[in-house]
C-alpha cells in the first residue's frame, strides 16, 4: 500500500480566491486521482492525473476551474480557482497501485466563505 | 454512464446483529472494490472482487461478487462498534481506469 499525505488539511477561505491542495505519495505511482467528497455524500472524480501529459477531466470539471499539475510520479497539485461557497468540500487526492486498489490521502477539507 | 447503485443508505444495527449492504451496477463490471471510511477519516481499502460468483471473507465481513458481475454485497456479522462508519462499493468497467462510486452505506451501531 501507499502512503499518501495532503497540504492543507484544512482552510477556510473567501470567496473568489484560490487555493492549491498538495498530494506527496511515498512511491511512484502512474495514476493519481482527485476526488470531491460533499458531508455525508460519495465520491465524484473530478480529474485522473498522469506525468507528462495534460489531466483527464470528468464531466462537469474543467481545467480554467480545477488546473491540475503533475510534475513526476510521487507528487500532484489541485487548484479550486476563484472559489465560491460551493466549492466547499473535501478534496481527496488517492493513488492506484499495480493491483488496481485505489489509497486515499486524508483530505483537506475546504470551507469558501 | 455506468451507475453503481448502493442500498441501503443508511443502516442502524443492533450490536451483535447481522446486516448486508448491496450494490448493483447498470453495467458489467471487470472488478469491483469495497472501502470503509470511519467517521472524519478517508476512504480504506477493503478488498477487490475480479471473478464471477468470487466470494471473499475477512474475519466477520464476507464479499460477493454476482455471477453477472453486475451486483455484489458486503455481510458483516456479528455487528460490533468498530464498525461503525461508511461503506462505499466501487465498481469498474472493463478498459477503464475510473471507479464508480456506489452512495454509502452509513452504519451506526446500537451497544
Known amino acids: 500500500s501507499a502512503v499518501i499525505s495532503q497540504k492543507p488539511s484544512r482552510d477556510i477561505c473567501q470567496r473568489g480566491t484560490s487555493l492549491t491542495i498538495q498530494c506527496q505519495v511515498d512511491?511512484?505511482?502512474?495514476?493519481m486521482f482527485w476526488y470531491r467528497q460533499q458531508p455525508g455524500q460519495s465520491l465524484t472524480l473530478i480529474a485522473t492525473a498522469n506525468q507528462g501529459s495534460e489531466a483527464t477531466y470528468e464531466s462537469g470539471f474543467v481545467i480554467d476551474k480545477f488546473p491540475i499539475s503533475r510534475p513526476n510520479l510521487t507528487f500532484s497539485t489541485l487548484t479550486v480557482s476563484n472559489m465560491s461557497p460551493e466549492d466547499s468540500s473535501i478534496y481527496l487526492c488517492s493513488v492506484e497501485d499495480t493491483n488496481y486498489e485505489q489509497y486515499f490521502g486524508p483530505g483537506t477539507r475546504l470551507t469558501v466563505t | 454512464g455506468q451507475q453503481v447503485m448502493q442500498i441501503p443508505q443508511y443502516q442502524h444495527v443492533q450490536e451483535g446483529e447481522d446486516f448486508t449492504t448491496y450494490c448493483n451496477s447498470s453495467t458489467t463490471l471487470s472488478n469491483i472494490q469495497w472501502y470503509k471510511q470511519r467517521p472524519g477519516g478517508h476512504p480504506v481499502f477493503l478488498i477487490q472482487l475480479v471473478k464471477s460468483g468470487e466470494v471473499k471473507k475477512q474475519k466477520r465481513l464476507t464479499f460477493q461478487f454476482g455471477e453477472a458481475k453486475k451486483n455484489s454485497s458486503l455481510h458483516i456479522t456479528a455487528t460490533q462498534t468498530t464498525d461503525v462508519g461508511t461503506y462505499f462499493c466501487a465498481g469498474k468497467k472493463s478498459n477503464d481506469y475510473k471507479l464508480s462510486f456506489g452512495a454509502g452505506t452509513t452504519v451506526t451501531v446500537r451497544a
Open positions: 512511491s511512484q505511482v502512474t495514476m
